[in-house]
């Protein structure tokens, strides 16, 4: 079973430094305790999925704020930078570039004033492709930054990101975190039906045999031009799909899916009843290998009296549960049984099982990589420079390039120009703890 801790709008501001302006630090105080308790049924996370609204206005201070209570939270439950996946929101949109008689302004206009799918899809690769200034992006800046330590970034060539989270689940299904970029065209005209996902950010989504997609969204459909395709193409893939923005929890499960909707976990103080919220999201794949079926468990905390406790249902529960039919993994394995409680104890038979080829070279192609980026952003801009260097993957004209842009370019290097190995030996030697980590790139090793 994978534990997942859910928050989102966040909404860090220059109003949230610890002073006596700060009125929401009881409420980051109480967070940090709950989550080191550990509710019932839980022993460990395994990742932390965040719903957008990181920051307040898409900031560079403002994320230096959220980086610091990150390192709080991560401290609370044992999780890192590299089990982090976000997606941005419209607070994390820098609207000082998109602004009334603004290039950008006028692009977004165009967008929403041609209702046309063919339309919003020509309008978005023209501006990604044949703009040599990336202006769509530009009000991203500062959340990509911030994003980019965890390899969550919106750019040009992956308007959405997709990652395998680790460890699996049981059959070795995998879940595969899929995470959309709903803000692209977010501005001051922001209202239900005005924004856009497009096409270009689910086209990629797909069923394949043993994993599960779950897919995190800032907007609710009802928030975008093309709600009718987005609603369609999760109805047909995603059995889990995150949103937040709305401020207000709640749980939509039918006989496909099961739609979270996240509160803020610091919420605007003109909403009214406003109540600070997070989910914990477990996952679990239980019955038979050729009958499998999807385990559900949403546990929800509710701010009130200063402390955090069980949010009931609709149902009056206090923990949502539904299982989903899926695909079998149409693989020659010997029989197991998982036990009906879904908590992951399995039955093997005396046949030894094989890794599938996906396991066998997942964490050389998949989790080393993300694992190198991480670290790599955790370096201050200096020693990123040094480390680099040392690798061979800088060239003549790279300080001319956005950051942002130098840096995707020096991991692509490395990959094409087989350097994974001397880039992770040259980051190691800023970082201690990866002296006693084996270099996955090395020739002959195996996770």
Not at 70 to 89: A, F, H, I, Q, R
Request: hydrophobic fraction near 40%.
């Amino acid at each position: 079973m994978l534990t997942f801790l859910h928050l989102s709008d966040i909404h860090f501001s220059r109003r949230n430094d610890a002073s006596q302006f700060d009125l929401d630090q009881h409420i980051r105080h109480a967070l940090i305790a709950d989550l080191a308790v550990r509710q019932e049924g839980i022993a460990q996370y395994d990742a932390l999925l965040i719903t957008g609204d990181i920051a307040y206005s898409g900031k560079k201070d403002e994320y230096d704020a959220a980086k610091q209570f990150l390192e709080e939270v991560y401290e609370s439950t044992g999780l890192s930078m590299k089990e982090t996946y976000m997606v941005p929101g419209n607070h994390d949109v820098d609207r000082d570039h998109v602004q009334p008689n603004f290039p950008l302004w006028d692009s977004h206009d165009a967008i929403r004033r041609n209702a046309n799918s063919v339309h919003w899809r020509d309008a978005i690769q023209t501006q990604l492709q044949k703009d040599p200034s990336k202006l769509l992006l530009t009000p991203f800046h500062a959340y990509n930054d911030f994003a980019q330590g965890c390899e969550c970034e919106t750019t040009a060539s992956d308007l959405a990101w997709s990652h395998l989270v680790k460890p699996a689940l049981e059959f070795d299904f995998k879940v595969r975190l899929r995470g959309l970029n709903s803000a692209l065209i977010s501005d001051g005209a922001d209202a239900p039906s005005k924004l856009l996902v497009s096409e270009f950010q689910t086209a990629t989504l797909c069923d394949t045999p043993g994993k599960i997609n779950l897919v995190m969204s800032h907007h609710p459909p009802e928030w975008l031009m093309d709600k009718a395709e987005l609603r369609s193409v999760l109805r047909r893939y995603a059995p889990i799909t995150l949103f937040g923005h709305e401020h207000t929890v709640r749980l939509h499960p039918d006989d496909k899916q099961m739609q979270l909707f996240a509160g803020a976990l610091q919420p605007e103080r003109d909403t009214a009843n406003w109540a600070p919220t997070y989910h914990i999201v477990q996952i679990a794949i239980e019955g038979t290998r050729e009958q499998p079926q999807l385990l559900l468990r949403v546990h929800t905390r509710e701010f009130h009296n200063f402390n955090f406790r069980t949010w009931r249902n609709e149902d009056d529960g206090m923990v949502c549960e539904r299982r989903f039919n899926v695909a079998p993994m149409n693989r020659d394995h010997a029989n197991m049984t998982i036990a009906p409680n879904g908590m992951a104890s399995a039955i093997l038979s005396s046949a030894a099982t094989m890794p599938s080829a996906e396991t066998q070279t997942g964490m050389p192609t998949t989790d080393a990589k993300r694992e190198l980026h991480v670290y790599f952003f955790q370096l201050p801009t200096p020693r990123r420079y040094e480390t680099a260097f040392t690798a061979g993957l800088l060239r003549d004209g790279d300080d001319s390039l956005d950051p942002q842009v130098m840096w995707s370019e020096v991991f692509r290097r490395a990959e094409v120009e087989k350097k994974l190995e001397i880039f992770w030996d040259a980051i190691a030697t800023h970082k201690p703890m990866m002296k006693d980590i084996p270099n996955p790139f090395k020739e002959g090793f195996h996770a």
